[in-house]
């Protein structure tokens, strides 16, 4: 069975940092690509950042591209997201989502087959 459990969301002042994590088990994690996908209060689904099985190719969305870094640890099965410059607008509920294969050409949210629960990260002075 297939699980993706987030962890490090929270309150934090605008500014801070934040490391999530999402541990993943079920499957043979070094092969397959993973996201990070986000859904602010009463807004839809925005993809935030992706990145490949072995973690050559790495993209971001706009909104946070130079504030956050995506990463991955094959030994650990764990995938994690650092997030620095935290704006109120990065408050969310932040998934961890699995793609079907090892890498996608746009990594499209279609492509993609598990969603862990959601890890809450509120961004508030």
């Known amino acids: 069975e297939v699980q993706l459990v987030e962890s490090g969301g929270g309150l934090v002042q605008p500014g801070g940092s934040l490391r999530l994590s999402c541990a993943a088990a079920g499957f043979t994690f070094s092969s397959y690509a993973m996201s990070w996908v986000r859904q602010a209060p009463g807004k839809g689904l925005e993809w935030v950042s992706a990145i490949d099985s072995g973690g050559a190719n790495i993209r971001y969305g706009d909104s946070v591209k130079g504030r956050f870094t995506i990463s991955r640890d094959n030994a650990k099965s764990t995938l994690y997201l650092q997030m620095n410059s935290l704006r109120p607008e990065d408050t969310a509920v932040y998934y961890c989502?699995?793609?079907?294969?090892?890498?996608?050409?746009?990594?499209?949210?279609?492509?993609?087959?598990?969603w862990g629960q959601g890890t809450q990260v509120t961004v508030s002075s």
């Open positions: 989502v699995k793609y079907k294969g090892p890498s996608t050409a746009t990594f499209s949210l279609d492509e993609a087959d598990y």
